[in-house]
């Protein structure tokens, strides 16, 4: 097998950066990286990139706001919208309209890579689009035979929420953004029957000239007025959001918990805890990770372990996959997929980390 790997990625991002230090360390050559924003002016540069047989590795564009931008801007021409001003950083603001712009960027790519045989991808794009869709991705691994949340579907704003709520006999629920990245936008909601309700979330509600908008931040805001809980659920809705029912995650000490496993080649390897005083337990919002090794015993680990090899196995197209769980009693849900799960420096399995294993995956296919 060719040691040579192309990367579509923002050159001298931390993803990019593990991955270059992986290939030292197993002396492998550098990496070659085809920036987003240059593929997306110039489809034709990725010709060149693959004309060397070898490894292609779909990196996610996040990094670039040029590429972001992008996008954006093509997502808009496409759904017929008129053009928007550019988000401000971490404002979360048309993610329906970045995701337009996204996928059909992964079909102009996976069109591209089927006139160049020679070159063996680590994830299908077809596969990425489909896990970037969380909604569709949940529908997808249930179809699979995978625990899941149960699904509520699309919340169209705060009256058909209290609707959704009243149907289903709930009082609590998780919002979240049908096309969001880790936990932006991800709303706790909570009511009683005397009529108080709160929503947890990392999105920061603030008005900007009397307009209100929303910002993803590393600290968790909560809201209890009725009229502050309706603007957020609202701005998030016009991007499309869904509503799934809420699954307590299993506690330590005072904290909660929940599980990052890393699928390398279909079969679960790295995996992490999750720990946060908050019901988001995402690792970039300051929460610690944990040995889920010393968390779980034998029923919860093979749960963990059977699990997250039923959700791979959904995705037979993606040589890697990162999915987080909710491990408790024996059993195990997933609670989403992420085609780009990987990016956990020092985590380690088997004395290597996840880029580390990937390439060494990849040499020995």
């Given at each position: 097998?060719?040691?040579?790997?192309?990367?579509?990625?923002?050159?001298?991002?931390?993803?990019?950066?593990?991955m270059?230090?992986?290939?030292?360390?197993?002396?492998?050559?550098?990496?070659?990286?085809?920036?987003?924003?240059?593929?997306?002016?110039?489809?034709?540069?990725?010709?060149?990139?693959?004309?060397?047989?070898?490894?292609?590795?779909?990196?996610?564009?996040?990094?670039?706001?040029?590429?972001?931008?992008?996008l954006?801007?093509?997502?808009?021409?496409?759904?017929?919208?008129?053009?928007?001003?550019?988000?401000?950083?971490?404002?979360?603001?048309?993610?329906?309209?970045?995701?337009?712009?996204?996928?059909?960027?992964?079909?102009?790519?996976?069109?591209?890579?089927?006139?160049?045989?020679q070159?063996?991808?680590?994830?299908?794009?077809?596969?990425?689009?489909?896990?970037?869709?969380?909604?569709?991705?949940?529908?997808?691994?249930?179809?699979?035979?995978?625990?899941?949340?149960?699904?509520?579907?699309?919340?169209?704003g705060y009256?058909?929420?209290?609707?959704?709520?009243?149907?289903?006999?709930?009082?609590?629920?998780?919002?979240?953004?049908?096309?969001?990245?880790?936990?932006?936008?991800?709303?706790?909601?909570?009511?009683?029957?005397?009529?108080?309700?709160?929503?947890?979330?990392?999105?920061?509600?603030?008005?900007?000239?009397?307009?209100?908008?929303?910002?993803?931040?590393?600290?968790?805001?909560?809201?209890?007025?009725?009229?502050?809980i309706?603007?957020?659920?609202?701005?998030?809705?016009?991007?499309?959001?869904?509503?799934?029912?809420?699954?307590?995650?299993?506690?330590?000490?005072d904290?909660?918990?929940?599980?990052?496993?890393?699928?390398?080649?279909?079969?679960?390897?790295?995996?992490?805890?999750?720990?946060?005083?908050?019901?988001?337990?995402?690792?970039?919002?300051?929460?610690?990770?944990?040995?889920?090794?010393?968390?779980?015993?034998p029923?919860?680990?093979?749960?963990?372990?059977?699990?997250?090899t039923l959700?791979?196995?959904?995705?037979?197209?993606?040589?890697?996959?990162?999915?987080?769980?909710?491990?408790?009693?024996?059993?195990?849900?997933?609670?989403?997929?992420?085609?780009?799960?990987?990016?956990?420096?020092?985590?380690?399995?088997?004395?290597?980390?996840?880029?580390?294993a990937?390439?060494?995956?990849?040499?020995?296919?």
């Amino acid at each position: 097998m060719s040691d040579h790997l192309t990367l579509l990625a923002t050159d001298g991002s931390k993803r990019v950066r593990l991955m270059q230090a992986a290939r030292a360390q197993l002396r492998l050559p550098p990496a070659q990286v085809l920036e987003w924003r240059d593929w997306l002016r110039q489809p034709s540069l990725l010709d060149a990139a693959l004309a060397q047989p070898g490894m292609f590795k779909i990196e996610p564009p996040g990094d670039d706001t040029a590429a972001h931008l992008h996008l954006l801007h093509d997502g808009c021409r496409l759904l017929g919208r008129p053009p928007v001003r550019d988000p401000e950083h971490g404002e979360l603001l048309l993610m329906d309209t970045w995701f337009a712009g996204f996928a059909a960027a992964m079909e102009g790519l996976a069109s591209q890579l089927n006139t160049l045989p020679q070159t063996r991808l680590v994830n299908a794009p077809a596969e990425i689009v489909a896990m970037t869709d969380k909604l569709a991705c949940q529908q997808h691994l249930a179809a699979h035979g995978v625990p899941v949340p149960t699904l509520l579907g699309p919340v169209h704003g705060y009256e058909h929420l209290q609707t959704l709520l009243s149907e289903h006999q709930l009082d609590r629920v998780y919002l979240k953004p049908r096309y969001g990245s880790s936990a932006s936008g991800v709303v706790a909601y909570r009511r009683n029957r005397a009529g108080r309700q709160q929503a947890t979330s990392s999105a920061s509600l603030q008005r900007v000239d009397g307009e209100p908008r929303l910002f993803n931040l590393k600290r968790i805001s909560r809201y209890e007025s009725e009229s502050e809980i309706a603007t957020l659920v609202d701005i998030l809705a016009k991007q499309q959001l869904y509503a799934e029912t809420w699954l307590a995650k299993p506690r330590m000490g005072d904290s909660h918990y929940d599980l990052r496993v890393v699928t390398i080649g279909g079969q679960p390897a790295h995996r992490v805890a999750r720990i946060g005083a908050q019901m988001m337990t995402n690792l970039h919002l300051d929460n610690q990770r944990g040995d889920a090794t010393s968390l779980l015993g034998p029923a919860d680990m093979a749960a963990l372990e059977t699990t997250a090899t039923l959700a791979a196995s959904a995705f037979p197209h993606s040589t890697l996959a990162g999915y987080d769980l909710v491990v408790r009693h024996g059993q195990a849900h997933v609670l989403e997929a992420n085609a780009f799960g990987d990016l956990l420096p020092g985590l380690m399995w088997q004395g290597q980390d996840t880029y580390t294993a990937q390439l060494r995956h990849h040499h020995e296919q």
